[in-house]
Each structure stands twice: as structure tokens, then as C-alpha cells.
């Protein structure tokens, strides 16, 4: 069974530390971030090329619901 973890914050600082923790123990990623994209993706590379694990990126804003539930099913 595939694990996945889904981590906001996820571009920087304790965000980023705990996907790259998630992300070395075997979890596929889905990660998320408002404003700094490109360390999002960024990260996201960088932990799929390590790792060899499926990393989702989306930017968005957690406090739409929209934004959430779209990021809940594609994931």
C-alpha cells in the first residue's frame, strides 16, 4: 500500500523539513504553498529525484475551501 502525506506550507521552513522527512521514509507527496512556488517546486524536484517518489505541487490559498477540496481529489 502506497502512503501519501498532504503538507501545507510545504515551500519552506518546517513545511519543507517535514515533506523531506515524509519523503524519506517512502510517502508520495502532495505539497502546497501560497506564495513561493518556485522553492515549492523546487523542493519538489529535488525529492522526486532522490527519492524516486510521486510529488504533487499546488498554490493556493488553504483558507478557500474550494482551493482545499480540488487539492483533496486530485490528490
Known amino acids: 500500500m502506497n502512503k501519501t502525506a498532504l503538507i501545507t506550507g510545504a515551500s519552506r521552513g518546517i513545511g519543507a ?5 515524509f519523503a524519506a521514509n517512502n510517502y508520495n507527496l502532495a505539497i502546497c504553498c501560497l506564495n513561493s512556488s518556485d522553492k515549492l517546486f523546487s523542493l519538489a524536484k529535488e525529492l522526486q529525484k532522490k527519492y524516486k517518489i510521486t510529488v504533487l505541487t499546488f498554490v493556493g490559498d488553504v483558507s478557500d475551501y474550494n482551493f482545499v477540496e480540488s487539492m483533496v481529489d486530485s490528490t
Open 17 to 21: 523539513a517535514i515533506a523531506k522527512e
